[in-house]
């Protein structure tokens, strides 16, 4: 099928760019993110950064995911 790299293209934008967004969430650099380019270790990075908790409060890309945000008056 000649649309198959273009479809496997924007799938693996789109994994990559949950993936760097998640990376941030935690706290951790979002250059752990190209461990999804990587064959085997894909299912792996992405299961693990899943189950990783969130880091306590807010952090330089926002406020807490699960937390009420309030906009300061």
Do not use: M
């Not at 273009?6 to 951790?28: E, M, N, P, S, Y």
């Not at 952090?59 to 995911?65: I, K, S, V």
């Amino acid at each position: 099928n000649p649309l198959f790299p273009l479809l496997f293209f924007a799938l693996t934008w789109v994994v990559l760019a949950l993936v760097i967004k998640r990376c941030q969430d935690i706290g951790v650099t979002g250059f752990v993110a190209l461990l999804v380019l990587f064959p085997g270790i894909d299912f792996i990075t992405v299961i693990v950064l899943g189950f990783i908790r969130s880091a306590p409060g807010a952090n330089r890309y926002g406020p807490e995911p699960d937390s009420y945000y309030r906009r300061k008056a």
